[in-house]
């Protein structure tokens, strides 16, 4: 047995002591019951917290890893630079091997100039380059990019090589497929190790679907159980069927009800504030979402699907109204992931259906506030978008998550902004905060026996932060450090 001693926070309350035996939390109090001598390890954190093992409950877990290990492209600063990079990378790598990058941005160039194929020719003329725009919306490709996706000329963009909207999903979608898989396993054990690295224990990995290439989501399902966190993958498919021979127990992840508001698609109830015209777009009528929901339901699988503006969130919760009453089943656990922005009367309405809100509070820190990207987006309706105190108080059950990599897989980033949202009302204290990233997502995945909190009997998963909550000290897995 090993007695770990530190400001042990749990669901009901803070104690100074727990031990482990066997992999699992064996007892937890203020004073050990038993002599130091019985002990084979006593390890003091002294004044640091340990909370159980934390839960990302919104990862794009294996693009994660996998753009992880592309070049990084984000502080290039000019078009010279960008190519000179190229040029280094041609020079580490075999004759026709892939380079890819992601993260230009050509508004942070000092000329603002966007390479051309021919200059990637010229500094990789016998290596395919694929480079991503930060928005991942667009891509820059040379030729032997174009020979070997077999992209047709005469689409627009190819004979520059910025290729945008549609060419840039095919080529993507086509470069999905051509990744070797050793390149696809390391991107899944990077994506875990920086997991590790930030505490979580669990994740929930939205994975594939229709629109995907699914061979990340078929080599996760494969690696799953030798990696050492709990992984749980929400397969993102509307086609029920797929879903059952595969042998999952959920459904969806980010199967889009509406877009985002950064690109002005989120479905709004009124106009946009910077485009009056424009009240985004629904992805899905009322009778395709009720049918969706209606065969995944009453397959017993679990269902989320992702909703921001008030119009797309007041579709889905009438869809789930209505399957309810026709399929009544009790703890089913359904989920509304982001539900940004609820239309009036939908925070009762989720808590009446007994929904679960799977929330990313970093969103708010870098688009909320008077002056943020929502504020432009929405004029004075930011000060309603992720009211995460008046869901809390009212009795939902929200689970915190990343949504990497739109936001990193984090979830001290996610805690420290749960508490100091720009909309000072809704901010959630301490021990709310912290419920997100521990029993709430353990919860919502059904999961909150065994994880999510420390009481005799859980699995041992814990980590250790510094009071301050900046810095993961340890992350610990059934009673071992694997952290650092
Ligand atoms: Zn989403
Ligand atoms: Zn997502």
Redesign the pocket.
Known sequence: MKLFKGRVWTTRGEYKAFVVGDERIRWIGMNPPFEEGSFFEIVDWGDSYIFPGFVDS?A?FTATGVDSLALDLKFVKSKDELLGLVREAVLKRDRGEWIWGIGWDESSFQDKAIPSRADLDDVAPNNPVMLLRIDHHSCLVNSKAVEILELDENVEGVSYGWLRAEANEIARAKFWEMIPDEVIEEGIRRATELAISKGITLVNA?EGGEWFSNRALNKLLEMKESLPIEIVIFPQFTDVDKVLEYGFKRIGG?VTIDGSFGSRTAALLEPYADDPSNMGRLYFTEEALFAFFSKAHNANLQLAV?AIGDRAIELTLKCYDKLLKAFPRDNHRHRI?HFELPPPGGIEKALELGLIISVQPFFEILWGGPLGMYASRLGERWRKTNPLKTMTKMGLILAGGS?SDVTPMDPLLGIRAAMTLPNEDERLDFDEAIRLYTYNGAYAVFMEKERGDIKEGTWADFVVVSPDLKEVKATYIKGERVFP
């Open positions: 919104h794009h939205l980010c992702h992931e949504d």
